[in-house]
């Protein structure tokens, strides 16, 4: 079993910049792929980024790429999200997720989820 806790949402205004954070645990950090992904109030969830297991692989949604940034520090079994440039249609809420590694990292289904941070980006 894996455990997910984001933090770091919050109200931002457009052009803004955010940092979210996952902390993980339950299980050795390295051996799970994490991706982030976004539900806006009325749509589908949406995939947002994802990194592999030792950090070597990245992959984004083509509307995010440019300006989201997806890391982790294995150390920390913490992953991040950098967001700029932020804009009213990325409200949200954002949520992480973990697979394990030796599923494809641009695979969309993931076994463990967070309970997400709301992100705002209004003026």
């Known amino acids: 079993q894996v455990r997910l806790v984001e933090s770091g949402g919050g109200l931002v205004q457009p052009g803004g910049s955010l940092r979210l954070s996952c902390v993980a645990s339950?299980?050795?950090?390295?051996?799970?792929?994490m991706g982030w992904f976004r539900q806006a109030p009325g749509k589908e969830r949406e995939f947002v980024a994802a990194?592999?297991?030792?950090?070597?692989?990245?992959n984004y949604a083509d509307s995010m790429k440019g300006r989201f940034t997806i890391s982790r520090d294995n150390t920390k079994n913490t992953v991040y999200l950098q967001m700029n440039s932020l804009k009213p249609d990325d409200t949200a809420v954002y949520s992480c997720?973990?697979?394990?590694?030796?599923?494809?990292?641009?695979?969309?289904?993931?076994?463990?989820w967070g309970q997400g941070t709301q992100v705002t980006v209004s003026s």
């Open positions: 990194i592999s297991g030792i950090g070597r692989t990245t």
């Open positions: 997720a973990a697979k394990p590694d030796y599923l494809p990292v641009t695979s969309r289904e993931y076994d463990y």
């Open positions: 339950g299980r050795t950090f390295s051996y799970y792929h």
